[in-house]
T-cell receptor
Framework: ETGVTQTPRHLVMGMTNKKSLKCEQHLGHNAMYWYKQSAKKPLELMFVYNFKEQTENNSVPSRFSPECPNSSHLFLHLHTLQPEDSALYLC????????????FGSGTRLTVV | DAKTTQPPSMDCAEGRAANLPCNHSTISGNEYVYWYRQIHSQGPQYIIHGLKNNETNEMASLIITEDRKSSTLILPHATLRDTAVYYCIVRVNNAGNMLTFGGGTRLMVKP
C-alpha cells in the first residue's frame, strides 16, 4: 500500500451507465491528480486539484467529471463513456512543499462495453 | 518542462547492475531530474531525484553529468522484481508544476 487508495480496482460498465471512481489519501498531501493510461501509451494527466480547487483540466471530455470534496478525497464521475475510454485510471497526491514527488495509487482498471 | 529521451527497452541479467540512461539536453537550471518506475498494471513509484549532485538511496543511485544534460539511474544488483518501465522526468519543483510522463524505458531483468 502506498498511502493512496483507489476503489474499485476493476470496473466494467456499459456505455449508458453512470459510475464513480474513488481515491483517498491520508498522507496530509494538499494536491491530488487523475491520470489516464491507455494501452501502450504514456500516462496522460487529466485533472489537478490544489487545496480542493481544480487548477488543471487537460482538455478532458465532459463525460468525465471530477469532484474533490476535501483534500483527502477525490472522485471521478463517469457517464456515457465510450469503449475507447477503457484504460487504467490512476490517482496521485503530492505535498507542494515536498521534493519527493507524487504518490500514486494502484489504479482502477476500467472496461467500457 | 524540458523533454527527456530514453531508450525504449533494455535487458539486464539478474544480479548485475542496471544502468538506465536519460538525455535532457534542454534542462534549465532550476529543473530537477526525477525517476519513477511502473511495474505492470500498478501505479508509478517514486525512485529518486536530484538537481546537480549524485544521489543515492536504498533503491538506486542517480548520476547526473556535470553539464546536467544527461543522467543515469543505477540499480546496483537488479532482481526479477525490478522488471518495470522506468521514467525519467525533469521538472521545476514548484507547486502546480505537473509531472508529465514520456514513454520511459522498459527494463527486463532476466535470470
Amino acid at each position: 500500500e502506498t498511502g493512496v487508495t483507489q476503489t474499485p480496482r476493476h470496473l466494467v460498465m456499459g456505455m449508458t451507465n453512470k459510475k464513480s471512481l474513488k481515491c483517498e489519501q491520508h498522507l496530509g498531501h494538499n494536491a491530488m491528480y487523475w491520470y489516464k493510461q491507455s494501452a501502450k501509451k504514456p500516462l496522460e494527466l487529466m485533472f489537478v486539484y490544489n487545496f480542493k480547487e481544480q487548477t488543471e483540466n487537460n482538455s478532458v471530455p465532459s463525460r468525465f467529471s471530477p469532484e474533490c470534496p476535501n483534500s483527502s478525497h477525490l472522485f471521478l464521475h463517469l457517464h456515457t463513456l465510450q469503449p475507447e475510454d477503457s484504460a487504467l485510471y490512476l490517482c496521485a497526491s503530492s505535498q507542494e512543499t515536498a521534493n519527493y514527488g507524487y504518490t500514486f495509487g494502484s489504479g482502477t482498471r476500467l472496461t467500457v462495453v | 518542462d524540458a523533454k527527456t529521451t530514453q531508450p525504449p527497452s533494455m535487458d539486464c541479467a539478474e544480479g548485475r547492475a542496471a544502468n538506465l540512461p536519460c538525455n535532457h539536453s534542454t534542462i534549465s537550471g532550476n529543473e530537477y531530474v526525477y525517476w519513477y518506475r511502473q511495474i505492470h498494471s500498478q501505479g508509478p513509484q517514486y525512485i529518486i531525484h536530484g538537481l546537480k549532485n549524485n544521489e543515492t538511496n536504498e533503491m538506486a543511485s542517480l548520476i547526473i553529468t556535470e553539464d546536467r544534460k544527461s543522467s543515469t539511474l543505477i540499480l546496483p544488483h537488479a532482481t526479477l522484481r525490478d522488471t518495470a518501465v522506468y521514467y525519467c522526468i525533469v521538472r521545476v519543483n514548484n507547486a502546480g508544476n505537473m509531472l508529465t510522463f514520456g514513454g520511459g524505458t522498459r527494463l527486463m531483468v532476466k535470470p
